[in-house]
Every structure is written in C-alpha cells, then in structure tokens.
C-alpha cells in the first residue's frame, strides 16, 4: 500500500484539536425534576411523562410567568397533568374575568335553539326598537361577534375613565345593562369589530328579558341562575359554579363566574366536543361551529370565543399551533386553550399582568405541542 503524503495525514490529525475550539458546547444535562412537579403528572399522560412535567413546571417556576396558580392538562376528556400553586386547590374557585362571556355565549345559543332569541333579528331592548332609533338595527350576531356599533372604551389610562371599569365598579355597577345599552352608536351595526366587555353585559340582559318579564332583581338573577344551572352546570358536572349578578338582578356575562379549576376544564371540553357530553347534545354544535368562525373584522375572534388566526393588529395568539385552536381569555391570565388537531387542553389561571402575557402564552405552546 503506497504512503499517503505527509500532507494529507498532519491536517486530519489537527482535527480534533479543531473540533475541540470550535466554540460549540456540549448539551449540559437538566436538573433533575422535583417531586411536587413529577407527581403532578399521570404516570401514563400519551407523551413522556419527564418533559410534560418541566412544560408545566415551568409555568408556576419561570420567572416571567408570574404568577401561575393552577394548571391542567386535559387530553381525550382525561387528566393528564393538574397542579397548583401553595394556597390553592382542587376546591378553590377562581374568577373568569372575561372567560365568562363565552359561557354567556353558549347560554344564549340554548337560547336560539329555544326559540326564544333569533340570531339575524333586532333584539329585544326596548329603548332600541323607539322609532327612528338606528340602534334597533343591532342584531344578536353582531353583539355575539363584537360589531354592534355601540360606543365604548374597553381600557383606558387612567383605568376609571374606561366603559369596562365605570360598568363594574363605578357609575354603572348597579344597573350594567341599562349603562351597556344607553350608550349610542359609533359605527353602523355590523360594520365594525370592537372588543367590548359592555356587549356581554347585554347578552346576559337579553337571557334575563325572555327567560321572565319580571324586573324584580331577584326574580331576574333566580331564573338565569336556574338556567345556568339546569341546561349547562349540572349537565356538565360544573357543581361549583357560581355566577355573580348585579343589584339589577343583571348576570355579569362578560367578567364574573367563578369555579375551579377542573370545571373550567370540563367546560373546555364540552366546547371540543362541539357542544356535548357524553354523546348528549347540550347546544347545537352548528352553534360551537358559529363560535368558532372568524368575526368579520377580525378573524382572531369568533363569537364571545378567540381563534387563532392573526389578530388585525398583530400575529395569532397561540403560535405554531395554527387554527384549529381556540381559547376562552381573561385579564391578567386566564386561559382555557383547546387544540381540536390532539385533543388537548390547557387551562391555566393565575394573575399575570397583561402586558406579560407572551411567556405564558408560550409557556401553553410548549405544552400542546408535545402532543402535535
């Protein structure tokens, strides 16, 4: 065999010396997992069980999370992974914020499927159907989409100059509706998408008004409450449910029910399972399919529900996940995120301010995707 000149064999030898300075790193090895973190998840979740664990233990760990106060993992209906943070658990109720209006939204869907409400008619508010008063052209497709024309602020600074907050705790608290339904209109119903706590205050009016025509406070939170209870609560499993109502006997449909954890998960999952539970119809799922379709305006939102399409003045809010998820919000973080491609959900509550909501968003991805 003839020798291979010196100067092909001196510059293999250097290789590794190369290798060795090329600045890469070698992989460092993960801490171990803690107990509390391991055990929080199922010993068989349909992924491995270590990386779930660290998915969600970094959402109550990470310091851009905070703070994180209980978590779930849903996958196919069954519990995968479910957590909470020192103070908190399986019994405790935690506040909707804004989750609530898509409860708001499927009530008011019975409510069509009864009869009672008509999706593309006028709505029965009586200081609306005036002559002459353009807001009767407001139908219930545009208040359940968020086009109904109506002025309002959602936010503002300072805080206390804003609709949301004047309706809540302010000027307005004691009659939400009659504050929601008094303002005038800004744009031409059905022509402009504009977020609005105020809306779901209607919607929860518009329940109380055909359910009864009592305007005694009482009789009008007892019928809705019933309502609630009866032809979604029970049905689901929902026992800890607790709706919260003005001094109008008004359901504050876009901000106040409270419930734990789990049942915010049953929730979600009725909401996978277009509408069902346990092969039993609650609401039509042509309704879940209605919630569930891009507004005209914003295709990031569907009706009282958010999709994950581009919102109009950014990107999507779950990215990477694409369109078949979407997700009940509420301020400063609540989630109830469903990805219809795996069969999973994330619920994850807590307070985090909203402007810090990326990490916890994202913190939500990593999880689903383990099952993509």
């Not at 399986?90 to 409860?103: D, G, I, L």
Request: hydrophobic share 40%; glycine share 10%.
């Amino acid at each position: 065999m003839p020798a291979r000149p010196l100067s092909l064999i001196l510059p293999l030898l250097a290789l590794p010396a190369l290798i060795g300075c090329s600045g890469e790193k070698t992989p460092q090895p993960l801490p171990p997992i803690g107990d509390a973190a391991l055990k929080a998840v199922a010993e068989k979740p349909g992924v491995n069980r270590e990386r779930l664990a660290r998915a969600v233990d970094a959402l109550f760990t990470d310091g851009d999370m905070a703070e994180t106060r209980a978590v779930l993992v849903l996958k196919d209906g069954r519990i995968v992974a479910e957590r909470y943070a020192p103070g908190y658990h399986e019994n405790t109720r935690f506040v909707s914020w804004s989750m609530a209006k898509t409860v708001t939204g499927v009530m008011i869907g019975m409510l069509v499927a009864d009869g009672r409400l008509r999706l593309d008619e006028g709505v029965p508010i009586p200081a609306w159907q005036r002559p002459g008063d353009p807001r009767g052209e407001i139908t219930l497709r545009h208040l359940m989409q968020m086009r109904s024309g109506l002025r309002h602020v959602e936010t503002s600074d300072p805080a206390y100059e804003a609709d949301t907050v004047r309706m809540l705790f302010l000027d307005g608290r004691d009659n939400m509706a009659a504050y929601a339904e008094a303002q005038p209109l800004e744009a031409e119903p059905g022509k402009q998408w504009e977020y609005s706590s105020a809306t779901s205050v209607i919607l929860a009016d518009l329940a109380a008004r055909v359910l009864t025509t009592s305007q005694d406070p009482a009789e009008r939170a007892r019928v809705v409450s019933d309502y609630l209870k009866t032809r979604i609560f029970e049905p689901l499993g929902m026992k800890s449910m607790v709706a919260e109502f003005d001094a109008a006997g008004t359901l504050i449909g876009g901000s106040l029910i409270h419930g734990t954890l789990r049942d915010w998960g049953r929730f979600g999952e009725f909401l996978r399972e277009g509408g069902a539970v346990r092969g039993a119809q609650l609401v039509p799922s042509a309704w879940i399919d209605f919630m569930t379709e891009p507004s005209p305006g914003n295709r990031g939102y569907g009706a009282q529900l958010w999709l994950n399409r581009p919102q109009p003045d950014g990107p999507a809010l779950w990215a990477g996940l694409g369109p078949q998820v979407f997700s009940m919000n509420g301020h400063v973080g609540q989630f109830v995120v469903v990805d219809r491609q795996s069969g999973v959900i994330v619920v994850r509550l807590g307070k985090t301010d909203d402007a810090g909501h990326d990490p916890v968003r994202a913190g939500i991805v990593r999880i689903i995707q383990l099952y993509r």
